[in-house]
C-alpha cells in the first residue's frame, strides 16, 4: 500500500497549548531593553499591549493553553492539511520525500490568522476598542481585518506604500473585513507626515509602518497595537504549525531530516521549526540530525549579512530595544515583490538561536525564488506567494542535492500562503521586468553605522 500524499486530521487534533521555545533554549532570551538600556518592563510595554499578551511575550513557560474561543475560530480552517509533493518530487528526478504544510487555507489565505485570532481576542478581553497595525505585502494586515472583526474591533492598517500601490486586492480584502487602510508614510501621524515632507514619493518600509502604527496606538488609552511578526508571542501563537506537521508525519511514520520556511520577521520559519528543534534541543535521537532552515531574500539578508546587535524595531525608535540580526531600522529595502519579507530585522528568538548555530539561514535571489514558484505551481497546481516561494526554492534545492548525493532526506516546508492576490507580480515575472538585486554591503554598513549606542 503507497503512503498517502494529503495527510488530513480532524477538529480535535487541533493543539490544545503552543508551545514556547524560550523554555527550552539553552541560553534564556535576551531581554528588550527600554530607553535607559535597562530591561523594559511590563509597564512600560503596556502603553501598546494589553496585559495577557506582555505575559505571553515575557513568559518561559514551555506549554501556554489556547483558549476555547480562539480554538473555536481555529476551527474555520485548522487543522491544515500536509502534502507530499509527489508530482515534484518526479519532476525533479530526487529521491527525497517532500512535504509542505499548506496555510493558504485560511480565509485571509496565509498563516497570518494563527496569530491575529489570539492577539484579536486578548485585546477584546481587556476591553480595547481599536487596533493599529502594519503589513507589508497585506497578508497579516488581512489577518489583523479578519481577527477584529470577528471580535467586533475597529483595525486601522497602515500599509507599505510600495505594497499598497502592488497589491490592491488585499488592500480590498482589509476593506472587506471592516479595516481602514492607509498607505504608509502617510499623513494620519507625525511620523508619516515628517518622512513625506522630506521625500513625497517614499515607497515606504516595514519599520516606518510600524513607527506609525505605534505612534497612533500609544496616542490614544482605547487603542493597542498589534503586529504579525517578530515578537515572541508571535511566533508562540504560529507553533500551531510545527504542532501539527509533527502529527501528521507521526501517522505516516516519518520524521524530517529538514525543516525550512521563508523568513522576514520570523514567524513562519518559528512557526514550523520551534516544535521540532524542542526535540533535537531535549536530545531526541530521531532529531538527531535535523537542520532548521531560514530562507530570507538575498535583497534584505538580515541574518546572513546583519549585524547581531541591539536595535529599535521600527524607523523612528518608539519601540523597546531588541537584540536582533538587523540591517539597521532606517535600511530602506528595493521594493521587491516578496513584500512580507521586506523587514530590516528578526525575531530575538530566531537571531539568538541563530547565533547560537541551532538553525542555519540562507538568502535566495528574487529570480530563482519565481521560478520555483512557477516550477511548483505546474506541478502541484497551487500558485504561490512570493513569500512562500522563498521556502519552495529551498526545498527544491535541498532535494536537487539528494539527487546528486542518492540520499532519501525527507523535507519539510511551510507554505505561508496562496498567490492569488500577487498575480501582478507574477506578470511582471513572465513579461522580463523582475531582477535580482544583491543589496550592497556598503549600504548595509552605512546603515548599520546608525545602530543605537547601548552599554
Request: charge should be negative.
Amino acid at each position: 500500500m503507497s503512503e498517502p500524499t494529503r495527510i488530513l486530521m480532524t477538529e480535535e487534533d487541533i493543539p490544545t497549548h503552543w508551545y514556547n521555545i524560550a523554555a527550552d533554549m539553552p541560553n534564556a532570551p535576551l531581554p528588550p531593553l527600554g530607553p535607559d538600556g535597562s530591561p523594559a518592563t511590563p509597564e512600560q510595554m503596556s502603553a501598546i499591549f494589553p496585559d495577557p499578551i506582555i505575559e505571553q511575550e515575557m513568559s518561559s513557560q514551555r506549554w501556554i493553553e489556547i483558549p476555547d474561543e480562539v480554538r473555536e475560530i481555529y476551527k474555520i480552517w485548522r487543522p491544515t492539511p500536509l502534502v507530499r509533493a509527489v508530482r515534484l518530487e518526479k519532476a525533479l528526478g530526487t529521491p527525497a520525500k517532500i512535504f509542505f504544510k499548506y496555510e493558504g487555507v485560511s480565509p485571509a489565505g496565509s498563516h497570518k490568522p494563527n496569530s491575529a485570532v489570539p492577539q484579536a481576542y486578548y485585546n477584546k478581553q481587556a476591553g480595547i476598542k481599536r487596533l493599529t497595525t502594519e503589513t507589508g505585502a497585506g497578508q497579516w494586515g488581512s489577518s489583523i481585518a479578519f481577527a477584529g472583526g470577528m471580535f467586533g474591533i475597529d483595525v486601522r492598517v497602515f500599509m507599505v506604500n510600495v505594497s499598497y500601490q502592488q497589491k490592491p486586492f488585499r488592500r480590498s480584502m482589509m476593506q472587506t473585513w471592516g479595516a481602514e487602510v492607509f498607505s504608509s508614510p502617510s499623513n494620519e501621524t507625525q511620523t508619516g507626515r515628517a518622512i513625506l515632507e522630506k521625500d513625497p514619493e517614499n515607497q515606504g518600509s516595514l519599520g516606518i509602518a510600524i513607527s506609525e502604527a505605534v505612534e497612533e496606538a500609544a496616542g490614544r488609552a482605547d487603542t493597542k497595537y498589534t503586529l504579525g511578526s517578530v515578537l515572541n508571542h508571535v511566533l508562540l501563537h504560529q507553533t500551531v504549525i510545527g504542532q501539527e506537521s509533527k502529527k501528521q508525519l507521526e501517522k505516516i511514520g516519518l520524521y524530517p531530516d529538514v525543516v525550512i520556511g521563508p523568513c522576514g520577521g520570523g514567524s513562519s520559519f518559528g512557526g514550523i521549526a520551534f516544535p521540532f528543534l524542542c526535540d533535537q534541543i531535549a536530545g531526541e535521537k530521531r532529531a538527531e540530525k535535523l537542520r532548521c532552515v531560514a530562507v530570507e531574500p538575498a535583497s534584505c539578508p538580515t541574518l546572513t549579512k546583519g549585524a547581531y546587535a541591539y536595535d529599535y524595531g521600527d524607523a523612528s525608535g518608539f519601540t523597546p530595544l531588541m537584540k536582533m540580526y538587523t540591517l539597521g531600522h532606517d535600511f530602506m529595502p528595493p521594493g521587491i515583490h516578496a513584500g512580507g519579507l521586506r523587514y530590516h530585522g528578526d525575531s530575538p528568538l530566531v537571531s539568538q538561536l541563530y547565533h547560537e548555530k541551532l538553525v542555519e539561514a540562507v538568502a535566495v535571489p528574487q529570480l530563482a525564488t519565481f521560478e520555483a514558484g512557477v516550477l511548483f505551481a505546474r506541478h502541484e497546481g497551487i500558485i504561490p506567494a512570493p513569500e512562500s516561494c522563498h521556502g519552495i526554492r529551498a526545498a527544491i534545492d535541498e532535494a536537487l542535492v539528494c539527487k546528486q548525493t542518492g540520499e532519501p532526506k525527507v523535507i519539510l516546508f511551510n507554505l505561508t500562503g496562496h498567490g492569488h492576490f500577487d498575480m501582478a507580480s507574477y506578470d511582471r515575472y513572465f513579461s522580463g521586468q523582475l531582477e535580482n538585486y544583491e543589496y550592497p554591503a556598503e549600504a548595509v554598513a552605512a546603515s548599520l553605522a546608525h545602530l543605537p549606542k547601548v552599554g
